[in-house]
């Protein structure tokens, strides 16, 4: 009797441990919360497996993303999928909410996703995307440091295999945030604006566009040389190192300084066509924490066509 009860005992305890150390696949791994909206390539490695990441390659030239692309990375096409280079007469602007609603589904994007995009080369079109992203509501968005160079640079391994088609995701794009992104006529009223508080206007462009030296934009030649009137020049190369990952709070903080930007005032950003703008109102917003900054994405190239514009011209 003594034997047949240390028996069951035994049984009864080993049958303990069993459920006490038997988890599911989906508590095995715990991942982590990004600390902020740029995430690194280490973040990454770590995270790669994470059921509920929506890694997406934003791609701006035909062929990049088949000739490699981070494992499990979804494309999405900057100029038809984020942007809309024919929503006016000036060429510039953001895709629609509907069509960005139907974008975001179709890569699998849902209300509860951790979303992380990288640039193929340049970080611009990805900071453009985080900014779309925002614009229309969504939440758990991130920015890889550096994009796929920086992760090639840090061995972080690629592929030439497009994932399999997604599940639709339950993302609802809402209105526009109308505090993200500025129009021209908002523009034009603070250049004439007497206020103590008028908003700082900022120029992103290379010193030679600011200066009136090039009227080149991404969409081609401006219709002037010059800048906005009253506007500072802040190009957003001064904010990010040679490998495109971006510089330290303090170095973006004493950039922006300079030109009198400090957080106090509100600011709106603008380059040639929303592009520099969009990664210099990331450094603003998400990595100093500035609030009211706004993108003008009509930018030079729309401002300029406007005859009665308040503009600073070359010569």
């Known amino acids: 009797m003594k034997v047949i009860f240390k028996k069951l005992i035994g049984t009864i305890i080993l049958s303990s441990l069993a459920v006490s150390v038997s988890v599911s696949p989906a508590q095995a791994v715990e991942y982590s919360k990004p600390s902020s909206s740029l995430v690194s390539t280490s973040w990454l490695k770590d995270n790669l497996s994470n059921p509920k990441l929506v890694l997406l390659a934003v791609s701006n030239e035909d062929g990049t993303y088949e000739r490699g692309h981070i494992e499990g990375a979804r494309k999405i096409i900057w100029k038809s999928e984020l942007a809309n280079l024919g929503a006016t007469s000036n060429k510039n602007g953001i895709i629609s909410k509907s069509a960005f609603t139907t974008v975001a589904q179709k890569l699998g994007v849902s209300a509860d996703s951790v979303v992380v995009l990288?640039?193929?080369?340049?970080?611009?079109?990805?900071?453009?995307?985080?900014?779309?992203?925002?614009l229309y509501g969504a939440k758990n968005i991130y920015l890889l440091d550096g994009g796929l160079p920086e992760w090639i640079a840090d061995s972080g391994a690629t592929t030439l295999t497009v994932p399999a088609k997604v599940k639709a995701g339950n993302f609802k794009a809402t209105n526009q945030n109308i505090a993200l992104r500025a129009q021209i006529t908002e523009v034009i009223a603070a250049v004439n604006s007497t206020s103590a508080r008028k908003p700082v206007i900022v120029d992103n462009r290379a010193v030679e566009g600011y200066l009136g030296q090039s009227a080149s934009t991404g969409l081609g030649n401006a219709s002037a040389n010059g800048h906005i009137a009253s506007a500072k020049n802040v190009p957003t190369s001064s904010l990010q190192n040679a490998d495109g990952t971006y510089k330290s709070r303090s170095e973006i903080r004493a950039a922006f300084a300079a030109a009198g930007v400090d957080g106090k005032r509100p600011t709106i950003l603008y380059c040639g066509t929303g592009l520099l703008a969009s990664a210099a109102w990331f450094s603003l917003t998400q990595i100093l924490g500035y609030k009211n900054v706004k993108n003008y994405d009509g930018s030079w190239f729309e401002y300029a066509a406007v005859a009665d514009a308040p503009k600073e011209l070359k010569g």
């Open 118 to 134: 990288y640039g193929e080369k340049s970080q611009l079109q990805s900071s453009w995307g985080f900014w779309v992203f925002k």
